[in-house]
């Protein structure tokens, strides 16, 4: 039988047959035995065999282990008298499937950088820091689908390749068939891959009322920061009958459901985050579920701003959009805890936004938080089908292009809204990581694409 080590490192029996399969991490001699670190990625720990000489292919092949090699073992669990662990396996069998040359074998037992890490993805999940990361944006992924389950939302898949622009900026990859040369396109107009299931989701949210879409999307922005990347997940509900402050109750309760479901579950992992990545992690973690969220308009956002202005390198003004610098000044420096946004100037922000009655500004929302700066951004939809039809005029968008997005408008038209959490910064909060690129499996930024 095949045992998960997470599960034997919890097991309060001994002297038990079981059979275990991972990788060797480290081998230490010490006589006329060895001692293996064997992992299989359910957990931060590792399981200690001990494998002795009597062994039939002790010389031949145990002798020879080294990090990265694939075993199984088979042998007795029995209790250890060393510190920091309950039990061993004393190994009776141990089949070598896979040998990992110790001289070309990049992963010691040593700290690598998350720079030379990045530089073999295909490697790196073996290490302690992003095999965790991996673990914590699992559970995130779990607390996420049963948020939304628990309060009666329906998950839909929207489109990847789609022939409408969400965010009406144009930074989206074209999608062609190969070889098409100028002939008609595959899907009969020009189309792209998604930067947001929001438009197909409100679709949704008009037939069933509460959806969610959780999904990746693309962006061909020329950003090569720690911030960014071209592939990424977005966390989106869409919820009728619903104004801006129902959207920001939902947003505020999905935060702290994941953020305490992860302190549940992930405890381990934070830890190793919290010694490492991050001083402080946990607490500011615990802090999260347990404080309540600062909320504060757009304009008194600026007015706060104005008072330190000559500290930050990009100029703060009403009309200008925040830049991270200033998102995290009110984070970390001003309120030290998460910060609603809202009210946001009509100009900066897309057309599907609902205009205010001061005509200046929208029901628009921003969650800010220590650290990274926003982690979700959402709205009221405008209803209003002669003030929706204005704005994309004014925006240079060809309405004929959207007729089907203002059908909605057009028939049976309710209030709505919702929000975009960005996955890869969730999990950034949760784990600490400074760089987003640690926490995806396969980055993919300009000019880097590998696996």
Not at 328 to 350: F, G
Request: aromatic letters at 10%; one cysteine or more.
């Amino acid at each position: 039988m095949h045992r998960r080590i997470n599960t034997v490192l919890r097991m309060k029996e001994s002297d038990i047959e079981i059979t275990v399969k991972g990788w060797i991490r480290t081998r230490r001699d010490t006589g006329s035995f060895s001692f293996l670190e064997l992992n299989d990625g359910s957990c931060l720990a590792n399981l200690q065999v001990i494998a002795d000489e009597t062994l039939e292919n002790y010389r031949d092949e145990v002798s020879r282990l080294s990090a990265g090699c694939s075993v199984v073992i088979r042998g007795v669990l029995q209790k250890s008298p060393a510190k920091g662990q309950d039990v061993e396996l004393l190994a009776r069998d141990v089949e070598v499937l896979g040998w990992a040359d110790p001289e070309s074998y990049p992963l010691q037992k040593k700290r690598h950088s998350l720079e030379f890490l990045r530089s073999i993805s295909h490697l790196r999940p073996r290490t302690n820091a992003l095999g965790a990361v991996t673990r914590v944006r699992s559970r995130l992924t779990v607390a996420v689908n049963s948020f939304f389950q628990e309060q009666g939302f329906i998950q839909v898949h929207t489109p990847i390749i789609t022939t409408s622009d969400c965010e009406g900026a144009g930074e989206m990859f074209q999608v062609s068939a190969t070889g098409e040369k100028g002939e008609k396109p595959f899907f009969g107009a020009p189309a792209g891959l998604t930067v947001s299931g929001q438009l197909q989701a409100e679709v949704y949210a008009q037939a069933l009322g509460q959806v969610y879409t959780f999904g990746p999307t693309f962006r061909a922005e020329n950003s090569n920061t720690s911030r960014h990347l071209a592939e990424f997940w977005m966390i989106e509900p869409e919820m009728s009958f619903c104004d801006l402050s129902c959207n920001i109750r939902l947003a505020t309760d999905l935060l702290q459901y994941v953020i305490r479901d992860v302190l549940d579950n992930c405890a381990e992992d934070l830890a190793l985050f919290n010694s490492f990545i991050e001083k402080g992690l946990i607490k500011k973690l615990q802090d999260i579920v347990a404080k309540d969220f600062v909320h504060i308009t757009y304009t008194a956002a600026v007015e706060e701003l104005g008072r330190v202005a000559d500290t930050f390198e990009y100029p703060v003004r009403w009309g200008v959009d925040l830049q991270s610098e200033h998102e995290r000044y009110l984070t970390e420096k001003v309120y030290k805890c998460p910060v609603i946004v809202t009210d946001y100037p009509a100009s900066i922000k897309p057309f599907y936004m609902r205009l205010s009655d001061d005509g200046r500004t929208v029901a628009a929302m921003d969650i800010l938080v220590p650290g990274i700066g926003e982690i979700v951004g959402g709205s009221q939809r405008e209803e209003r089908l002669d003030v929706l039809v204005k704005r994309m005029r004014e925006a240079g968008i060809d309405t004929k292009e959207y007729d089907w997005y203002l059908d909605l408008r057009r028939y049976g038209t309710v209030p709505h809204a919702g929000f975009g959490l960005g996955f890869e910064r969730l999990v950034q909060f949760a784990t600490g990581m400074s760089n987003i690129r640690e926490v995806i499996p396969f980055p993919r930024t300009p000019g880097f694409a590998p696996c």
